[in-house]
């Protein structure tokens, strides 16, 4: 079936630098892809559509200059954590639709900063 | 804005037996769609199974089904013969379908942890 691939699972970077999350859909054209965070024992919270060829939307309350994101291609975002603080550490998760009811998730990426 | 309630935070059911996992929605639109997904510790997300709300028949997935209550805005999930492989978190989420195309992020709730006694 489709597969959406996320890259790296686990990352841990200094406070003050930028990290890059990539999210790769292996198997289909994904003209939008979405980002959540999911703390600890928590539910997953939208971040940002991320739509192929223009700006992403972003929901309220979500730095756009914090939270970098690209679509460069139909296959590709990413999520880039910039100028990190510890509050930043979180489970990343990106996710890609086949059709409005087959959402597919990436295996998510796992921040730390210290 | 659309809000997802899952009222269980946590579920413990033997194995072999029926588990009910509830999930109510607020919303004003006419169409959407509904999903149960599965979190399990490597916390990949797995869907369960999925409703469009057009649809009056309820969904099944082999052991899984939903009881799709448009009217009260209820979805609950069913997991019959419960095995150990089910446990993990379950998230109710809810999807518009007026974008179209399928531009609407997920819109989740909070989860209930399902623990199978074995």
């Known amino acids: 079936g489709a597969v959406v691939s996320q890259h790296p699972s686990w990352v841990i970077c200094k406070s003050g630098t930028s990290v890059k999350i990539e999210c790769r859909s292996l198997d289909f054209q994904a003209t939008t892809m979405f980002w959540y965070r999911q703390f600890p024992k928590q539910s997953l919270m939208l971040m940002a559509t991320?739509?192929?060829?223009?700006?992403?939307?972003?929901e309220q309350g979500v730095e756009k200059d914090k939270f970098l994101i690209n679509h460069a291609s139909l296959t590709l975002s990413t999520l880039t954590v910039t100028s990190a603080h510890p509050e930043d550490s979180s489970f990343y998760i990106c996710?890609?639709?086949?059709?409005?009811?087959?959402?597919?998730f990436g295996q998510g990426t796992r921040l730390t900063v210290v | 804005a659309q809000t997802v309630t899952q009222s269980q935070p946590e579920m413990s059911v033997q194995e072999a037996e029926t588990v009910t996992l509830s999930c109510t929605y607020d919303t004003s639109e006419s169409d959407y769609y509904l999903f149960w997904y599965k979190q399990p510790p490597s916390r990949q997300m797995i869907l369960v199974i999925r409703?469009?709300?057009?649809?009056?028949q309820n969904a099944t997935e082999n052991r899984f089904s939903v009881n799709f209550q448009k009217a009260a805005k209820s979805f609950s999930l069913k997991i019959s013969d419960s095995q150990l492989g089910d446990a993990a978190m379950y998230f109710c989420a809810y999807r518009s379908a007026f974008s179209g195309g399928g531009a609407d992020g997920l819109t989740f709730g909070k989860g209930t942890h399902l623990i199978i006694q074995p």
């Open positions: 996710s890609a639709s086949w059709t409005e009811t087959l959402i597919f």
């Open positions: 991320s739509n192929e060829g223009s700006k992403a939307t972003y």
């Open positions: 409703q469009e709300a057009y649809k009056q």
